[in-house]
């Protein structure tokens, strides 16, 4: 079994800035790419940001220079900074996680999601 347990959402005004954290538990063997996605009223989900164990990062182009992704490998964690939030990055936002556990094959995860709603 593996859980990803989100955390750090809530309400903020345009121009503001959150984190969100992401932790995997479990009988993990190894994660290999980590990110996050959102998916807003009516809309599909899409991806915000991921990166692999390596440290290689992508973005969506709507948060390229607003949000930052980083993970501890040690810990099993990702994390999201976002700063000058808008009200369009109003969303669900889920972690994600393309991984392994002990003595099965290699499989995407999904958080329970975590609202963000910019607004003022």
Do not use: H
Not at 99 to 109: G, K
Request: charged share 15%; proline share 2%; aromatic share 8%.
């Amino acid at each position: 079994q593996v859980q990803l347990v989100e955390s750090g959402g809530g309400l903020v005004q345009p121009g503001g800035s959150l984190r969100l954290s992401c932790a995997a538990s479990g009988s993990i063997f190894s994660i290999y790419t980590m990110g996050w996605y959102r998916q807003a009223p009516g809309k599909q989900r899409e991806l915000v940001a991921a990166i692999t164990s390596s440290g290689s990062t992508n973005y969506a182009d709507s948060v390229k220079g607003r949000f930052t992704i980083s993970r501890d490998n040690a810990k099993n964690t990702v994390s999201l900074q976002m700063n000058s939030l808008k009200p369009e990055d109003t969303a669900v936002y889920y972690c994600n996680a393309d991984l392994q556990i002990i003595l099965s094959a290699r499989r995407n995860y999904w958080g329970q999601g975590t609202q963000v709603t910019v607004s003022s």
